[in-house]
């Protein structure tokens, strides 16, 4: 029976590790050990958490085109996971949210270390596309302890083509059929626009209550109730007359980097301006065209819009608009494959392809 994350035996994971009596004793280090099952999550000794989890996605993709042709690359890895070069909202999303939300977790490794660690985690496994980060406080749970160093662990995994994650392939071809929820995303701080674990109780139960009412996905309304946030597992785009907009930070949605990535190539390719703005339901019920962005599907359509009494509140109808979609839903993937020829290359982090050990004399 086909599952949704492909785990095959002898697949690896990257923990760091710390000597006794660190720091002290030394510097941390990078293990690559065996994930012992999909469920298995006590990969350093049983410790809870409280809340102060951080985590971050991207993807792999083996290119299509380009002088890297045929070889593996990250998607944006700077931008989500973060750069010693790098400062302030130019910061790597996890960096940024480590550092301004969470000051309590020591910084026990540069930037620079976490990159080469994802690089050689990939190289080290078989292919996989999808690359999950995690970092979490050192304290157990309700035991405030600003000296424990920080647990982090790399995953790896590739989605079942078949099912795809998130969505099956007909549903992201007709377009998702969107509920009105009454979930809210907290007040707008760096603490809940930051990509924590606690930040996302509002989103589960978001989309747990648009699935178990038969929709696609769910639409969260900002702190006060009087905006539109983001869906429950992407962020939410319009289209109005031949301009983007999205939620900006007043209805604290997570900044993504597919967002970013849509709005570039809208404005360098098609002259199409991405704009960050207030969006009410009124706004929305009059866009020509609805969409979602995340690093899992890429930029998905909007078919319908919905309340929780399943009143119709807006429907795809303009042709013109959804073209457009259909256009940047393949550009933002030929961009991510490589395909956009001399198109932002430094997006792509090239991963070596693993050198066979040198036969015995």
Known sequence: MATHLLLPPGHLIALLRYPEGYPESGQPWWDFVEERGPMDRRPHGGH????????????CFELRGGPHRSQRAIFRLDDHVGSDYLEGDQQGRLAKGWMTATPWIPRAIT?????QAIKELVAR??????????VAGGGDVGVYDPGQPPRVHIRTRSFDPEKRPYYPAEVMQRGLVAMLTNERRGFPSPRTMAKL?????????????ARTRGFDTGILLSWDGEHLSEFSVMNLGLIEDETLVTPDDSAAPLRGITMMTVGTIAEEIHGWRLRREPITLERLCQARAIFGTGSANGLLKVRGVVDADRRTRWELTDRQAEGMLDTLANDVWRAMYGQLAGFHPEWHTIVPTPQPEPAGV
């Open 197 to 209: 674990a606690a930040n996302y109780v509002a989103s589960n139960a978001c989309e747990h209550e």
């Open 48 to 59: 809870e958490d409280y809340a102060d989890i951080h985590f971050t996605g991207t993807r």
């Open 125 to 134: 496994n078989e292919w996989f596309d999808y690359i999950r980060l995690t």
């Open 111 to 115: 930037w620079s270390s976490l990159r």
